[in-house]
């Protein structure tokens, strides 16, 4: 099974900041990778696909980018509603398998 | 509009089973790439199983033996049946939809399912 390690694994930011997340899978899954975010009690929401096209609707602050097996999460100016949980997933073969998660907080 | 949502979830003693429901509308479920994704309580997101392009599956290790995923195009839902459930198979369970190329582009709110020991 192909692993996806994050890191961090929480960090803590202000409104305004420039925050950077990071994916590392364990073999190549070429740009197979999403993100999600996700608040308490809410489904996950998507993102991005293939590591760097920005789902419909998702702010052009958020940003994604792949060099090999690692993965880049951006978000170049935080805001009060990006606060909470990325998670990354690799779909490039079965099993499919997600990061342990980044906790974005205050 | 592309909706899903999921039912069947609630407390099941350990060794029992559970079939949760996803009810799909806004498109056909016999067409797309839709999984099952659970979280269980204070963790993170665990892909749990797929059905694909006719009745192509995948199942995490976790679950193979034990669970089994299906749809009724006819009724325009997907199922999970799960067996043999354990303590440790609570969680949220999800179901999603693919969007543009094959990524979990759309999800339901969830439901729970509680394995009591």
């Known amino acids: 099974d192909i692993q996806m390690t994050q890191s961090p694994s929480t960090l803590s930011a202000s409104v305004g900041d420039r925050v950077t997340i990071t994916c590392r899978a364990s073999?190549?899954?070429?740009?197979?990778l999403a993100w999600f975010h996700q608040k308490p009690g809410k489904a996950p929401k998507h993102l991005i696909y293939k590591a760097s096209n920005l789902e419909s609707g998702v702010p052009s602050r958020f940003s994604g980018s792949a060099s090999g097996t690692e993965f880049t999460l951006t978000i170049s100016s935080l805001q009060p509603d990006d606060f909470g949980t990325y998670y990354c997933?690799?779909?490039?073969?079965?099993?499919?398998?997600f990061g342990q998660g980044t906790k974005v907080e205050v | 509009e592309v909706q899903l949502v999921e039912s069947g979830g609630g407390l099941i003693q350990s060794g029992g089973s559970l079939r949760l429901s996803c009810a799909a509308s806004?498109?056909?479920?016999?067409?797309?790439?839709i999984s099952w994704v659970r979280q269980a309580p204070g963790k993170g997101l665990e892909w749990v199983s797929v059905?694909?392009?006719?009745?192509?599956?995948f199942y995490a290790d976790s679950v193979k033996g034990r669970f089994t995923i299906s749809r009724d195009n006819s009724r325009n839902t997907l199922y999970l049946q799960m067996n043999n459930l354990r303590a440790e198979d609570t969680a949220v369970y999800y179901c999603a939809r693919d969007g543009p190329e094959r990524s979990l582009q759309y999800w339901g709110q969830g439901t729970l399912v509680t394995v009591s020991s």
């Open positions: 073999q190549s899954i070429i740009t197979w």
């Open positions: 806004g498109f056909t479920v016999g067409y797309n790439y």
């Open positions: 059905i694909y392009r006719g009745d192509n599956t």
């Open positions: 997933q690799q779909y490039n073969s079965f099993p499919w398998t």
